[in-house]
């Protein structure tokens, strides 16, 4: 009984050699392989997954509110002639309050001092007889998308001389609450854009246009200040004012890019869908 057991106990210990003799075999030769990668991998895509569902659910979480204010001046009748009218912006983000914190207080500091140049050309109407004049300075919300909230300022009115109507447009990084440029949307956007408005604007220019003799220059000059350009859904404008390259008679040049020949230069995070 006993040199049975034995027999067994060996056949036992010659099957586990050769059972680990093949292993060996098989990892000698890159058959078998531990692929810790594929864990790797599958952390490193739920981190990055992660980070993308908190960037979106960041977006997603702004809430933007407006408060009404007006500024009433009298003329030296005693009447009512100036309503002017702004709206003051409170920005929202449960999940970043900082980068909501940013956008409220950029927008605001804008109309802050638009709003002191409005009344302070209301209140020199004091000497002009007629009413119903005034100015209003509307921020309204364009698009909270693809990683960017795009405001577009609107300031339309009269104080009886040359109306006022024109444009802004402000882009913030929903992520950070920066405020963008040109040259942060990615590398070749801002030279693209400018030979794009001058080509433009030399095409539809006519022998009565009065561009200023260094209108390309003050072209320049203006992309790189904050408000002459926003997103759109099918690409970006971008908007030189009133007197700011041409006369007065010209009014505003909006330059406008389509999305498809802005895409290639634009940074991922940034691309117009």
């Known amino acids: 009984m006993k040199k049975k057991n034995n027999g067994i106990v060996v056949f036992l210990?010659?099957?586990?050699?050769?059972i680990l003799g093949g292993l060996c075999f098989l990892f000698a030769t890159d058959r078998i392989t531990f692929?810790?990668?594929?864990?790797?991998?599958?952390?490193n895509d739920k981190s990055n997954s992660g980070n993308q569902s908190q960037n979106d659910e960041n977006k997603s979480s702004y809430v933007i509110n407006y408060k009404e204010e007006t500024y009433t001046t009298k003329n030296k009748e005693g009447i009512e002639n100036?309503?002017?009218k702004r709206n003051i912006i409170t920005i929202e983000n449960k999940n970043?309050?900082?980068?909501?914190?940013?956008i409220e207080n950029k927008l605001n500091e804008i109309s802050n001092k638009m709003w002191e140049d409005i009344k302070s050309t209301a209140n020199d109407s004091y000497e002009n007889s007629s009413t119903g004049l005034g100015v209003s300075y509307l921020i309204e919300t364009g698009e909270i998308k693809n990683n960017r909230l795009t405001f577009i300022v609107n300031t339309v009115g009269s104080f009886g001389g040359i109306p006022w109507d024109n444009n802004e447009g402000y882009?913030?990084?929903?992520?950070?609450?920066n405020l963008l440029k040109l040259d942060d949307l990615g590398t070749g956007v801002f030279d693209y854009i400018y030979s794009q408005s001058i080509s433009q604007i030399e095409k539809e220019s006519t022998e009565s246009s009065c561009?200023?003799?260094?209108?390309?220059?003050?072209?320049?000059?203006e992309l790189n200040k904050?408000?002459?350009w926003y997103f759109t859904q099918n690409g970006i404008k971008v908007i030189f004012p009133k007197y700011s390259i041409a006369c007065g008679a010209?009014?505003?040049r909006i330059i406008d890019i389509s999305k498809n020949d802005i895409n290639p230069y634009l940074n991922a995070q940034y691309k117009i869908k």
Request: proline share 0%; hydrophobic share 35%.
């Open 13 to 18: 210990l010659i099957l586990i050699i050769v």
């Open 96 to 102: 970043d309050t900082n980068a909501a914190s940013l």
């Open 82 to 84: 100036t309503n002017n």
């Open 250 to 252: 010209e009014g505003s």
């Open 211 to 221: 561009l200023e003799g260094d209108w390309k220059d003050r072209a320049k000059t």
């Open 35 to 43: 692929n810790n990668n594929s864990n790797q991998n599958n952390l």
């Open 226 to 228: 904050d408000g002459n």
């Open 171 to 177: 882009n913030f990084d929903a992520v950070t609450g």
